[in-house]
């Protein structure tokens, strides 16, 4: 399909959903150590079937810099997720690659807005 045909996104609204937004700033150089780390984490989030979305994202300004955006089902699933072993080994791992705690802004989400073709895309790697 043509981008200029594509059909309209797929609205939802988030009702009772949590979100953070993470920046994770870290050592020099220790950006790819860091991204191994959390993709690690992420092949294993099926574990944690409220964890909705786990996006991981480059700060193009900043080579140190790497941003997380989570979304979870609810704030039980929320505090699942820092009660998992998969989250305790993360923090572990992450601890000495960072330069300083980890900055958390929590909000709730109220209406996602997604293109069909992010679901269909071949990503496979």
């Known amino acids: 399909m043509e981008q200029d ?3 309209a996104p797929t609205q939802a609204l988030l009702p009772g959903r949590r979100s953070i937004l993470v920046r994770l700033v870290c050592k020099r150089g220790l950006r790819p150590a860091l991204l191994d780390v959390l993709n690690a984490y992420t092949d294993n ?4 079937p409220g964890t909705e979305m786990f ?4 700060d193009p300004e900043n080579d140190t810099t ?5 979304i979870f089902r609810d704030e039980e699933a929320e505090i699942a997720h ?5 989250f305790a080994a993360l923090m572990r791992a992450e601890r000495p690659l960072l330069d300083g705690p980890p900055a958390v802004l929590r909000m709730d989400p109220l209406r996602i807005s997604m293109q069909e073709a992010v679901l269909v895309e071949d990503w496979s790697f």
């Open 5 to 7: 045909q594509q059909q």
């Open 45 to 48: 989030l099926g574990e944690e």
């Open 55 to 58: 996006v991981v994202s480059l």
């Open 66 to 70: 790497v941003w997380l955006y989570e």
């Open 82 to 86: 820092r009660e998992s072993d998969g």
